[in-house]
Each structure stands twice: as C-alpha cells, then as structure tokens.
C-alpha cells in the first residue's frame, strides 16, 4: 500500500490500526503522509498570553485545548529567537500539552512529575500550579535529567525539585505523598510515528506488548505515593489499548477508589476511550485534530489506601435490591455475611481473608460485579465460576453453533428460549458470560476483554 512504503510502516502496525480505527483508516494513514505542526507554549510565570502576542514576531493561532499553546509556521524558526533563549516559551508537540493541561491544581499542592525527562511537561505544570505548590520532576536517567534541570531553569521555577530516582524510593520514605501526579509513561511512540519515522523501525523490534509490564510497574508504584482525594494523569503517546486503556483498568483494579474523569465536555474534539467503562479517556488522532497522536486520562482518588504493599481497609458486607434480586437466580447458597462492596465493585470474599493482612493483594474473592448508580451487573468472573447448572435461566449452545462465535465476538444472538432478563449462555453445559433476553434476542453482555476478535 501506497502509505505503508512511504512510512515504511510494519505490516503487523498497518494491521492493528485498521482494526482500530476500522472505516476511518484511511484517512489516519493518509495524515501521516501530511507535515506535523509545530506548536510553542508560552512561559505565563514570565509573561501573560496577551502580552506576548504582542511582541511576538511570530505568526500564531491558538491550540485549542491549551490557553497558553499556539501553533507556528515551522519556516519561523522560534528556537533559534532570543525570546527562546530567554524562556519565554517552551516548544512543544501540540497534543503532548493535554496531559498536564487536564491535571487540576489548587494551593498548596505538592506535585510529582514522575517520568519527566526532558521535562516539557514540568514547565507546564509549574506554570499552572499555584500559591504555596511545590513541583517534583522526577525521572530515572541521569543523563535525560540534564535536560530537565536546563529546562527548569530556563523557566525560571524556583518552587521545585528535580530527583533522579525509581519510584521506590519515594514510597520507602512513608511521609511522603502528593495531592497530584503526572505519569506521562514510556511508550512505543505510534502517535509519533508521522513526527520521526525511525519510530516506526524502532516499533518493529520493540512492538506494544513489550511496554505493558514497565507501565504497569511505574504507575502501581505512583498510586502508592498519591494522596487520598489527589488525582493522577496517565498519558502516553501511543495508541494500542494494552499502553492505554489497559493500564487505566489496571489502575483501578488496584486501586478501587480510583474514579475516571470523563473530560469530553470540555475536550469535544477529542475521541473517547474504546474499552466499556473507560471511555472517559481522551484519543487524539491526527487525522481529526492539528497535532500527534497521543492518549490521556484523569483519574480521582476518593477515600482510602490502595497501595499492594498496605493493608487496605475493609470493606462493609453489602447488600442492594438489584444483586438481591440477581443472586435469586443463582442455584448455589453464597454467605450473604461474605458479601462486601468496595466502592462500585461487589466481591464475595473468600474466608480467613484476615490472615493474609498486608499481603499483596489485586483482588479478595470473587468479584460478583459492579455496581452502575443503583443497577447491579455481573461479572466475567462471575460467569466462569458457575456451572451450567448454577443459574436459573441458561442457554445452551452447542459448541459448534455459528451463535457461539458470535456470542464470542460480542455480537446480538437470536434464540428460541422465552427466558426473560439475565442469561447465562453455554456452550454445552460450560459457560461463556452473561447477556439479557427479550423476546428471543440476546443483548450480548461478555466483557470486553474476553471477546474474540
């Protein structure tokens, strides 16, 4: 394809993004072919936006999503001007201004960059927080940290602390947390494959996959240093769904107090997140937006610890009209005693849960489901755990029945049973996942995670 030996892009890569971006392929690969835009930031701990209009020699219109970024034409050369020199504005990708833009502030915070280099993303934090604030930039190449530390300096910012450290070390020193983090992650760079293609190359031997453990790792270790009531962005700028959503449901899985901030209202020309539950999460697309591709989420902390390393608080036994009336289908006795909501999640906890206090722990028990305002919805887990036998209502599928397939790839299934509401659906007598039946059609309800594609 035309794209694909112009970019030199690697046939697995062209493949992944068709399946993202399916009908809207084309003309993803079609903008990477246009010239990136250029983007500058202005330094407001110097100079206000309105008055550096004025004296800029630049021809700039405004980023949309930051009140301080303007594109320029790249024949200008603004990093060669004096006010460059002077800090007056940082350079910067356009969409790589998101993530630090969405991160809210208020007095008295203290703040963690927690992989800054080369610290872009510092100098707009530390321009945005306010009275009383402290900045930590933080990231663990000694040599990428040099560019921060000129950064920091050429901006001015006296309220920070460039550190050079593991994640680790921060959580070793037990009075130390932060009310905001910011963990822009290292990623396999797809949103800049058009910006340098050796990226491209680079992703060939070093593909998605391969960065998901690293990630997973950083932003475990950031939730452990995050405050009760703080907040923490995690961005990248790739587009795979195991270097972004994947992540943020391992956030919160971790962490069950996290809650997603759906920011769309504000960021309309931004996609959402593709995964159910997570589509509060920002896409941006080059083909849609002046910018690179790159991806965000903000994320809330509401109540209590949720580091593995600490013991957590434990949750209430719960009960609610909607999983009362759930459970009545289920054809095994569950210890109502046992039952416990922690925030949106509802778990059955498996016994002598109390012996393993301060153990590291993703889950206790069985996750039942979770609970959506008042409306209880079932689990995958749930489903698995059952026998054919176990439920009320179950529809049996023989396995070689085209409807198993498409039961598997999320579809609407037809079938003859006049079972009404909640279903469990089998192949044979062994079970996929859950689905709703009206009137002979059943609303596919397997999680996501566990389609076939």
């Known amino acids: 394809m035309w794209y694909n030996e112009a970019m030199r892009l690697p046939e697995e890569y062209v493949q992944e993004m068709r399946s993202l971006f399916q009908e809207e392929a084309d003309a993803f690969f079609s903008s990477l072919n246009e010239e990136p835009v250029s983007a500058l930031r202005v330094n407001t701990r110097k100079i206000s936006v309105e008055d550096f209009l004025k004296i800029s020699p630049f021809h700039l219109t405004p980023v949309p999503w930051c009140n301080s970024g303007f594109y320029y034409d790249r024949t200008e050369r603004p990093g060669t001007h004096p006010y ?26 203290r703040i963690l960059d ?11 934090l530390a321009c945005r927080m306010q009275e009383g604030s402290l900045l930590v930039s933080n990231d663990i190449s000694a040599s990428r940290q040099n560019a921060t530390l000129k950064n920091i300096e050429r901006f001015g ?55 998901t453990e690293i990630q997973k790792d950083i932003v475990k270790k950031a939730l452990q240093l995050l405050k009760p009531g703080g907040f923490i962005v995690y961005s990248t700028c790739t587009f795979s769904l195991c270097e972004n959503e994947e992540i943020v449901r391992f956030m919160k899985e971790i962490c069950p107090d996290l809650e997603l901030i759906d ?32 991806f965000a989420a903000l994320l809330h902390r509401r109540d209590s610890q949720c580091s593995e390393e600490k013991q957590k608080e434990k949750p209430e036994t719960f009960r609610a009209a909607s999983l009362s009336d759930f459970l009545k289908h289920i054809q095994k006795e569950l210890d109502p005693a046992r039952i416990v909501r922690n925030k949106d999640r509802v778990l059955l906890e498996s016994e002598g849960t109390s012996a393993f206090s301060g153990i590291r722990t993703l889950r206790s028990g069985l996750l039942l489901g979770t609970m959506k305002n008042d409306r209880f919805e079932p689990s995958q887990h749930l489903a698995f755990s059952l026998k054919g036998d176990e439920f009320d209502q179950v529809i049996r599928l023989e396995p070689g029945d085209e409807r198993v397939q498409k039961y598997l790839r999320g579809e609407t299934v037809f079938t003859d049973s006049e079972a009404r509401g909640w279903v469990l659906v089998c192949a044979g007598d062994y079970p996929l996942g859950f689905g709703i039946c009206r009137d002979k059609v059943i609303k596919n309800k397997i999680d996501k995670a566990w389609r076939k594609i």
């Open 84 to 109: 460059y020199h002077a800090g007056l504005y940082y350079i910067q990708e356009p969409s790589a201004m998101i993530p630090a833009e969405i991160l809210p502030m208020s007095e008295g915070n």
């Open 114 to 124: 927690a992989c800054c280099a080369p610290g872009g993303k510092s100098t707009q």
């Open 263 to 294: 920011l769309h209202e504000s960021f309309p020309y931004f996609d959402k997140g593709v995964l159910p539950g997570l589509e509060g999460c920002l896409r941006i697309y080059p083909h849609k937006v002046r910018g690179e591709g790159h």
């Open 157 to 211: 910012i006296a309220e920070s602390i460039v550190t050079i450290s593991d994640l680790k070390e921060f959580i070793r020193k037990t009075d130390i947390l932060f009310d905001r983090i910011l963990v822009d992650g290292p990623c396999s760079g797809e949103g800049m494959f058009r910006k340098d293609h050796t990226l491209a190359e680079a992703w060939e031997k070093k593909p998605s996959a391969a960065y």
